[in-house]
């Protein structure tokens, strides 16, 4: 009997090219899981104190889920960790696609690297290999190309490697750049790219063939096929344009209903995240205009191009990560350049449309495409292209700066020009190509209050105003500026309280205003959201399949079954508080100051918004964040994690 | 655990040309050799061997069978989650999925093309979650 995780990690000095594999005892996946919760405790001793994130004692780590390849439902994701060069703080990401099982099968939970190479190289693992190769012919390649370029070479009889790597964004140490598989998709926030890139590292190729085995492979089917049965309930739902005026209803009418996971898993099936694209703008879910302007500046005339329908019109097929029953990907056919691409996400078409105030849909298809190519992160890229777009708009950059080309708002031609010279570093894309904070300093003139992020990390495409969960997510989580972790919708739909008696049970109905007033309910649900996160992260799992509710998708049970652990759904999440303290440990080690990341006052309703869905919404942020810490055992003042609660969690 | 090869192997090789990662080593008439941190348990040497001289990860004689008597998977679509856990784990790669260009249905659905491509190791039934994938003997 197998207990779902393979027990080892393995080491890549990538200075004096040399592997060392690492045993790991059952009781750090008792305490800390896999995925990132390993990959947390690994680094949080490995990564000594003011570590250049650039430099060689960085490290860069693959990590797989504890539940990828056990039989379970919705974990196929893998995670890439490190310290953050765009932040500072710890950073990760995680993708989809089929790369998450391809690291267990070659034997290892998570394969890391540290040190600087001479010269570019790629990892290659099969049954019997394991080496450094000389990555000189795809140094310089796109990540679609390197990808098809390594799976070509590598294919036998039996066997296609798996590859993830970077693009031409990594390799120039962007650092908003991350790190790409299934031809462009890409694990990209906390510019882990540019981690891969300074180590000269282009591409991992894994084409193990080692059993993952859990220890109960009959449980683990009869839990999927439980889960399998929700997924499949699919009724007929209104059409593309229609799902503006479910936002508008929503927007005026004065309550709520509470939102259960599987009207979100019904959208998801039929359109994916694009689903979204109008409701989310209707319901002041979405940042318009670098955050500046509201649903009255993106009406429904605007934001019909990019109606869910147009996406699923030209989607070839719909794309399935590994393990997972849902399908939210396609694959669409697009025309020029390229002839295809990941369906763009919600995230993709908000910050390179409505935040640029951009109207042409072709455009967000190709720069999806493109920057999917390059390993770039479409949020990052869309935050600082508005960035750029409002320093130009305010004479604070000019057509002398920008080679000659006019940023204004929704300029796409403009967009799409900036966004190369950002790939390739030239001109003032040189500068961009790091993000807004970067920029910022570097542009100086009182350019920061532009700059949109949180520790540096640009947020994504959901508005604090709207739903305040993401406010304090972006705020305090030690992977700042993260729309993946909580938010007062998420907790509604993660329906903990299920499994958890204690827990605040929402109400079915309640008054929109209610979402504003600061009190311990909404602090449970933060806290809950970010211990949940960490035990998704830690197995490997999609939020979208969490989403569905804690007894629909049972990741506990699963958990359970799968390592022969018999942890209580509380004692689960408490390993999800020790993750979240040891990562914040980790940013007090390196010199972050909790209290310095904060979104920015335009973002939270300083000043209000006199239009649209968040007319006269503002968000209590430094009360909410002081709870929140004081809610971890961290001290309420600085957000640093006290003695007595690492004492508790074990951590030193 | 791995599978074993006991003496009244003859040194055939049939099972050297099988083994789908290349587990198995020794010279030609001799008693041949299973590279235990290779082997996948994936049992085709022990049905393939023509003297029974192969012996299973629990130390249980393999027993032979015609291989057009292997059992093949059969798929239940109308159960399948279109998940490709099976794909990824088919260690000779015999489960397929359309090219997105020819493919007929709203998402891409495993198939085996070439049954005798397959090795019969039920380790697509095995992963399936939702038990979409039944061995059947041909």
Redesign the interface.
């Known amino acids: 009997m197998g207990k779902g995780y393979m027990g080892k990690l393995l080491i890549v000095d990538l200075s004096t090219k040399e592997f060392l594999e690492e045993e790991i005892p059952d009781k750090v996946y008792e305490e800390y899981l896999s995925g990132t919760g390993l990959g947390a405790y690994y680094l949080y001793h490995k990564i000594p104190v003011n570590a250049d994130p650039l430099g060689p004692d960085n490290y860069i780590g693959f990590m797989s889920g504890l539940l990828t390849?056990t039989?379970?439902?919705f974990t196929?994701r893998w995670m890439v960790v490190g310290k953050s060069p765009l932040t500072g703080t710890w950073g990760d990401a995680n993708c989809g696609g089929?790369f998450s099982?391809a690291i267990k099968q070659c034997g290892y939970d998570g394969i890391l690297f540290k040190g600087i190479s001479e010269k570019p190289v790629y990892l290659y693992i099969d049954?019997?290999t394991m080496e450094l190769r000389d990555a000189a012919d795809v140094w310089g390649t796109d990540a679609v190309e390197a990808e098809q370029m390594l799976i070509k070479r590598y294919s036998q009889?039996?066997?296609?490697p798996r590859v993830a790597c970077i693009g031409q964004a990594g390799e120039n140490c962007s650092l908003i750049s991350g790190v790409c598989n299934d031809r462009g998709r890409i694990a990209a926030r906390s510019g882990l790219g540019a981690v891969m890139g300074s180590k000269k590292l282009k591409a991992l190729v894994l084409n193990g063939?080692?059993?993952i085995v859990p220890h109960n492979?009959d449980e683990?089917?009869r839990l999927?096929?439980t889960c399998?049965r929700w997924?499949n309930f699919q009724p007929p739902f209104v059409t593309g344009p229609a799902t503006a005026y479910v936002g508008k209803l929503m927007r005026f009418l004065p309550h709520q209903l509470i939102m259960d996971g599987m009207l979100y898993k019904i959208f998801l099936r039929k359109w994916g995240t694009v689903s979204m694209n109008q409701l989310s703008v209707e319901i002041g879910d979405s940042p318009i205009k670098n955050w500046d302007g509201s649903s009255a500046d993106w009406p429904v005339s605007h934001s019909k191009i990019v109606n869910p329908d147009v996406f699923t019109d030209c989607e070839?097929?719909?794309y399935?990560c590994?393990?997972?029953?849902l399908?939210c990907g396609g694959?669409c056919s697009i025309s020029g350049k390229f002839e295809e691409t990941h369906k763009p996400e919600y995230e993709t078409v908000i910050c390179l449309g409505a935040l640029c105030m951009n109207k042409d849909p072709d455009s967000i298809f190709y720069m999806n495409e493109l920057l999917n190519r390059a390993g770039m992160d479409t949020i990052s890229a869309g935050h600082t292209l508005a960035f750029a777009i409002e320093c130009y708009e305010n004479g604070i950059i000019t057509k002398d700066d920008t080679d000659g080309i006019e940023l204004t708002w929704g300029n796409t031609d403009a967009m799409i020009a900036m966004l190369q010279m950002m790939i390739d570093r030239k001109g003032i894309g040189d500068i961009l190509a790091d993000g807004v904070r970067v920029a910022s300093h570097k542009i100086g003139k009182g350019t920061e209050k532009f700059a949109i992020h949180a520790g540096g990390q640009e947020p994504a495409a959901h508005d604090g105003r709207g739903d305040p969960g993401f406010a304090i997510h972006y705020s305090v989580e030690p992977t700042p500026g993260r729309h993946t972790i909580g938010a007062y919708l998420y907790y509604e739909m993660f329906q903990l309280w299920k499994k958890i008696k204690t827990l605040p049970v929402p109400k079915i109905l309640y008054h929109k205003d209610t979402k504003y007033t600061v009190d311990d309910e909404k602090i449970h649900m933060a806290a809950s959201c970010s211990k949940y996160m960490n035990i998704i992260n830690g197995v490997g799992a999609c939020m979208f399949g969490a989403f569905l509710g804690s007894t629909r998708t049972p990741l506990f049970d699963w958990l359970n079954a799968a390592t022969g652990w018999n942890k209580t759904p509380e004692e689960i999440m408490e390993i999800g508080q020790r993750i979240q303290t040891i990562k914040q440990e980790f940013n007090v080690k390196h010199g972050i100051e909790p209290k310095n990341i904060k979104m920015p006052s335009r973002t939270i309703g300083h000043p209000l918004q006199t239009k649209g869905a968040n007319k006269g919404r503002s968000v209590n942020l430094d009360r909410l964040m002081s709870e929140y810490w004081q809610y971890f055992g961290w001290d309420t003042e600085t957000g640093k994690p006290t003695m007595e609660t690492k004492q508790k969690l074990g951590i030193n | 655990m791995a599978y074993s090869i006991k003496d009244l192997c003859i040194g055939c090789e049939v099972c050297k040309r099988l083994c789908?990662?290349?587990?198995i080593y020794g010279e030609k008439e001799n008693v041949q050799k299973i590279d235990e941190t290779?082997c996948?348990?994936c049992g085709a040497c022990g049905k393939i061997c023509p003297k029974g001289a192969i012996y299973d990860n629990f130390g249980v004689q393999c027993e032979i069978v015609n291989r057009s008597k292997w059992d093949r998977p059969q798929f239940d679509l109308s159960k399948c989650?279109?998940?490709?856990?099976c794909v990824?784990?088919c260690?000779?790669?015999c489960l397929h999925v359309p090219d997105?260009?020819e493919?007929e249905h709203?998402?891409?659905l495993p198939y085996l093309p070439e049954s005798n491509t397959c090795i019969g190791c039920g380790f697509c039934e095995?992963?399936?979650?939702?038990?979409a994938i039944t061995m059947v003997s041909a």
């Open positions: 390849g039989g379970s439902l196929g089929n099982p049954a019997k009889k039996g066997k296609t063939n080692k059993p492979y683990m089917k999927s096929k399998n997924v070839i097929v719909k399935h590994y393990s997972c029953p399908g694959i | 789908p990662v290349d587990a290779l996948i348990d989650t279109a998940c490709l856990s990824d784990i260690p000779v790669q997105i260009e493919n709203e998402r891409l095995l992963k399936c979650p939702v038990e």
